[in-house]
């Protein structure tokens, strides 16, 4: 069953580093993964209203993980246009980034399973070719050309 919702959430990315050489030379990738969902009781002002105190406060696991009692790292908090907080962390050698956004849930379904195959079923499906692979999505209406 699909569910439409109108409920606020903060989400807070971290931009996750991860060093690896190649050919003799340091590759540093980046990739944004979100560590963070929040619910919010409460409206789109209530929700801006947290991810500001998060973009001001949360404190990623990276430099968490190294902090001594009393750490408090340099923060810069830069406000985007389209309402997401980007902020730059030091914390003595250490650098990383967050994002922080309002959002609105807009779609929820649960996750559904096929049911288990007979034994039959897998006797036969043992036999013979793969079942093709879903198709990948496409939108819908009139191909632009």
Known sequence: MTDM????YVL??????????????ELKLHR?????????????????AVAEDA???????????HAQPGDEP???????PDGAWVVLLKQRNRECHIRVSVARLMHSQEEKQAP?????EMLRSAVQAPAPSPKPWMPTGKPSQ
């Open 5 to 8: 919702t109108d409920e606020w």
């Open 12 to 25: 807070i990315e971290e931009d996750t580093r991860e060093t690896e050489r190649a050919d003799d030379v």
């Open 32 to 48: 944004w993964m979100l560590v963070g969902t929040h619910h919010i009781n409460g409206d789109q002002e209530q929700a801006t």
């Open 55 to 65: 973009a001001l406060h949360y404190l990623p696991g990276v430099l968490a993980r």
């Open 74 to 80: 340099a923060r810069h908090a830069f406000l985007a």
């Open 116 to 120: 288990p195959k007979t034994l039959k």
